[in-house]
């Protein structure tokens, strides 16, 4: 392999090579979770709402709570 005789084209390819590499040693699968997912008890606690879905342009109505709650998003993917 030649190596670039100009400095910036040098330091351009260690820094794509060095972007790349995360990407190449990456091991994790996207995982099909289904079903219930093990919470702890303190997000368990929390009061539960279902998440309102609008197309744009519309939004979904202001939520008037003041505290934490864990919110539940029923959403579908499609490939097309």
Do not use: D, W
């Not at 260690?14 to 919470?39: D, H, I, K, S, Y």
Request: include cysteine; charged fraction near 10%.
């Amino acid at each position: 392999m030649k190596t670039p005789s100009h400095p910036s084209a040098a330091g351009a390819l260690l820094l794509g090579l060095a972007l790349l590499a995360p990407a190449l040693c990456a091991t994790e699968a996207p995982t099909a979770t289904q079903g219930l997912v093990a919470q702890t008890a303190e997000i368990q606690a929390l009061p539960v709402e279902q998440a309102i879905l609008t197309a744009a342009p519309h939004v979904p109505p202001p939520f008037k709570r003041t505290y934490a709650a864990r919110v539940i998003v029923n959403l579908e993917v499609r490939e097309v």
